[in-house]
């Protein structure tokens, strides 16, 4: 699809249509994480569920778990609470406001990703991970 000449001079600019990558970040500090992660609060509440379920399942105590349960309760009960109360922000600033947000998602999906590796037997834990989010 994208060896396509019409691509090709829109990336290098030589087209009448052009790509700019300059508002990425700030697209997806400003639009693509909300729709991600915080407008799919069911998915964050049952995967959180699931992901503790594993993690006392799996019976360690160690630094590692109890961050990863704080971490799944703690978006878990935010994404919650910003789907019934939306108006609330961290900050003012909205740039601010969607940093933390962004952040916070960013978190999350790291975490689900470590808990995906510390669950799982060793000879499956790449092919568990690039397929939880593909």
């Known amino acids: ?8 001079k829109a990336a290098t600019g030589t087209g009448y249509k052009k790509i700019s990558f300059n508002g990425m970040p700030e697209q997806f500090i400003s639009k693509i994480w909300y729709h991600l992660l915080i407008n799919n609060w069911v ?59 962004t952040i916070l998602a960013i978190l999350f999906f790291v975490n689900v990703l470590l808990c995906i590796w510390n669950v799982v037997d060793k000879n499956e834990r790449i092919s568990m991970c690039i397929s939880c989010y593909i």
Request: with cysteine; glycine share 8%.
């Open 43 to 101: 998915l964050n509440v049952i995967l959180a569920g699931i992901l503790l379920f594993l993690i006392i399942k799996r019976g360690k105590k160690n630094f590692l778990t109890a961050e990863m349960s704080v971490v799944f309760c703690g978006f878990s009960v935010y994404s919650v609470f910003h789907k019934v109360y939306p108006q609330w922000v961290f900050d003012s600033n909205e740039m601010l406001n969607n940093g933390i947000n």
């Open 1 to 8: 699809m994208f060896s396509n000449g019409g691509y090709t």
